[in-house]
């Protein structure tokens, strides 16, 4: 028997799969059974009611797919009477997904969430749709370091921190984080992207640009992984692509400690469930005791000059 | 649709209307399926996947 727990700092998972924010409610409960997820990850909510973006709203493109859903939101008040007593019923963690407008509005929120029931909280400070042109907080080192800072003063909860990749120096931003309190890092959110349908001349979503994610983004995010686990002593959670228990398997080798699944959800709703069976699968076959050891277990470490890799 | 509306406002007939949007997880997760409605309390957005797709004819709206 392979054991699949993994630790995310103080919290243990029965294994290392979840949902990605955003690609994950209620309604998933009709096609698998949530007790098996290592966690339950919500959608992202913010304090106040939010419409999210004009439709279109997601298009195709090759191995992946655009969104620009925004964050669409009943506001916490509604989370807290309605969605909150479904998740209670399951044994797994709850990961709530926030968002805000401003570092006081993270704070905020989170003091609202300080609620048995809630077991971790995600920062959403990547989301390339919300703010004007993609901005985001975890684009800058400086800017995730005052979000983080603050988040932590407000909240003893666990703390993770969802990184984007929109960001020219993610290492840093990293570090930045971990500096600040985070307990854990989510590498990563969805690629600034866009398309355009040349027959009508129309960008194919109705804001024009949107997130891509599905298996085109995987290598980036994984390369994101990886430079993210060298630069932090703190676990990384892995998300981009994963479709696949092997996709899973090079995210923890890369150095996650547990991953995140989200367009493959979209593609097979059962996708979680058979990268658990998957994983359980791998192990056997290699003869691996216990998941936790595959991560960072790349041959020849983590310490690949980045300089020598890029020639 | 807005025919429709028409008619049944003016002859008080009571309709319903299916309505299509793209979809990505159909199981009212992702959000991306969404249509406007005209509601008491202003627009209000719904799903087609999982509110709908059939909604009461005098409430949708044609964007
Ligand atoms: C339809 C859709 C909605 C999403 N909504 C959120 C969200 O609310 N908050 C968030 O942090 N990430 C959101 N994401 C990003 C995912 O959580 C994930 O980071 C990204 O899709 C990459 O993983 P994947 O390739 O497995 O989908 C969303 C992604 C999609 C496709
Ligand atoms: S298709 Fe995802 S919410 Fe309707």
Known sequence: MVDLAVKIGNVSLANPVMPASGT???GLAQVISFDQLGAMVTKTITAELRGGNPTP???EVG???LNSIGIPSKGVGYFIE???PFYQQFKCPLVVSVSAPTADGFADIVQLLDLPGVSIIEANISCPNIEEDGNAFAMQPRSTAIVVGKLRKATNKPLWVKLTPNSTDIAAVARAAE??????LVVANTILAMSIDVETFRPTLGNIMGGLSGPALKPIT???TYQCAKAVNIPVIGCGGISTAEDAVEYMLAGASAVQIGTATFVRPRSMIDVIEGLAAFCDRKGI???DELTGAMAGGLHVSEFEAAQ | MLLMQRLGRELGIAGEVAMEQQMACGLGMCFCCVRSFQTADGIESRRVCIEGP???LDEALSW
């Open chain 1, 24 to 26: 994950f409610a209620e």
């Open chain 1, 57 to 59: 709203r997601v298009a």
């Open chain 1, 63 to 65: 191995q992946a797919m």
């Open chain 1, 82 to 84: 309605h969605a909150l």
């Open chain 1, 179 to 184: 500096n600040a309190g985070a307990d854990a």
């Open chain 1, 222 to 224: 994984l390369r994101m």
């Open chain 1, 289 to 291: 005791k216990r998941i």
């Open chain 2, 54 to 56: 059939v909604f009461k």
